[in-house]
């Protein structure tokens, strides 16, 4: 949402080997879907119906036609650049890849103290409770097959606590789960929607709530590569 000023440090950096691209509009003021369709003509606009980071992401996902997803933020906090290492993790046998901040290669410039804190706490919860080895757990830059959607279950989130629905749902399924370093910059312009507090709230009831419901297993299964159709970002 508004964010018209960001874009052009987004999107002419996403490789050029992408078949399509997404933008979620949150009922932008700015020029943002105007600059959007100046940068890149075939972009797929769609409008999300509520509000919240949850419920854009879910409105891409319903949007996308391609058998990879590749989740990114729009304020330039992430770098295009680094959407090869997440699909190469993809296609060398993962079914969902996530990106972090805090393993060796990773860094970031746009956490404060305590949210480190809130983020290391909330992490050793999420291991404690449902395993995995993890480093990172609100964090939004993440790549998937399309074909795991149902199995992550994201229809209960809404707000930014869909990074750690997102994470546990995909360990809660026991798909093959893999992380790559990600460096992340503070957004270029603008505000983030982000509370600290409420929205950490949010992401601990979520850690709860899945800690008390019965889970889902994925079953076996392979993938062929032929006719794999490029990703959707």
Known sequence: MNEAKNLPHVLPNIP??????????GNSTDDTIAVARALVPDIVVVQQSSRGKGAALCTGFNAASG????TIDADGSADPGEIPAFVGALLAGADFVKGSRFMQGGDTTD????????????LRLVRLR????????????NAFWRDVLPYLNLEQATGFEIETEMNVQALRANLNVFEVASKEFPRIHGVSNLRT?????????????LG??????????????????????
């Not at 050029?16 to 509009?25: G, N, P, Q, T």
């Not at 058998?67 to 590749?70: E, K, L, P, R, S």
């Open 197 to 209: 507090f409420p929205d950490g709230w949010r992401v601990l009831k979520t850690i709860v709530r």
């Open 16 to 25: 050029a080997w992408v078949d399509e691209i997404i933008l979620v509009d």
């Open 111 to 122: 956490m404060e103290w305590y949210r480190k804190l809130g983020n290391w706490g909330l």
């Open 67 to 70: 058998d990879i997803i590749v």
């Open 130 to 141: 449902f395993g995995g080895k993890f480093t990172d757990l609100c964090y939004g830059y």
């Open 212 to 233: 008390i419901t019965r889970r889902t297993r994925i079953p076996p299964r392979t993938r062929g590569m032929a006719g794999l159709q490029q990703p959707s970002i």
